[in-house]
């Protein structure tokens, strides 16, 4: 310890932090994070409340937007169609901004279930089902998902039925995809807001399944 | 086709375990900036991406899933390389 510690660190850099990166002291990729967006913000590129903001659409982007895009699908063939071509067009007529990243969808069958991940990092289709849960962005699920996928369905207390394959996808370009899960049975005459409670975040990645009763 | 088996130095978005490897084309996606150049802040090329199947056993020897199982990925244009049709 020296004199110098008895200064006063009021800040002298010109700019305001975000409050909440200020609670404690940030260690590993949180400093590092914290350092880069001082920077940034010094640098004029973008300011404080700019990161708040961003912050706050990712934080207020849920599965519900998933949800109601999957029931729609379920009740009309026509928007499942052009959901399949284009999510992020199709999502408008919903009036749901998906952000500016790509995302297509891949409709599960009796004959094939699809699982999403992404080996290389974490990419997510986040413009519809917000952050991505801890277990999605884990190296275990990431490098097993690809190398035994039934193995990883059972660890979800998923079985695939006798006659379904699966189709796994790795995320490896600018792109995202979404899994429309298979309309469970028993749900006939359905309006779509009860449907959509029935579609899970984890339906919508391929590591569960809609049923009825068992929500 | 089959994906080059290269090991050039720099970001790369082809995993490793589909380098070399055979697979089908299923469909072309879109034109995409190159996720490997835009690792160095660049948005061009513009490269056209495939949805390229692989079958599991294929990928995994002992694989011990479905021989039906497939995987997918999405792969651009210059990491991929046309053979002949196996009989």
Known sequence: MNHEDDHDHAHTHGHSHPTHLEDEVATGPAALAEAVISLLVGKGLFDAAEVDRMVADMDARTPA?????????WVDT?????ALADVNLAARELGLDTGAIAIRALASTPEVHHLIVCTLCSCYPSGLLGLPPEWYKSRSYRARAVREPRAVLQEFGL????GQRIEVH????????????????????WDE???????SRDSMVGTAVPSVGRG | MRVKALHSPGHIRTPAYLRGREGRLVAHLLDLP?????AYGRREPVVAHWRV?????????????????????????????PIAEAA
């Open chain 2, 53 to 81: 199947r692989f079958v599991m056993a294929d990928l995994w020897p002992g694989y011990d899933g479905d021989p039906t199982d497939t995987l997918t990925a999405d792969l651009a244009q210059g990491w991929l390389e």
């Open chain 1, 159 to 162: 079985e695939l039925p006798p």
């Open chain 2, 34 to 38: 190159d996720a490997e150049a835009m």
């Open chain 1, 78 to 82: 026509a928007f499942k169609e052009r």
């Open chain 1, 193 to 199: 807001p009860s449907l959509a409670k029935l579609v």
């Open chain 1, 170 to 189: 790795d995320s490896t370009a600018e792109l995202r995809w979404l899994v429309i899960p298979i309309r469970p049975a028993g749900t006939e005459g």
């Open chain 1, 65 to 73: 937007a998933g949800a109601r895009l999957v029931a729609r699908a």
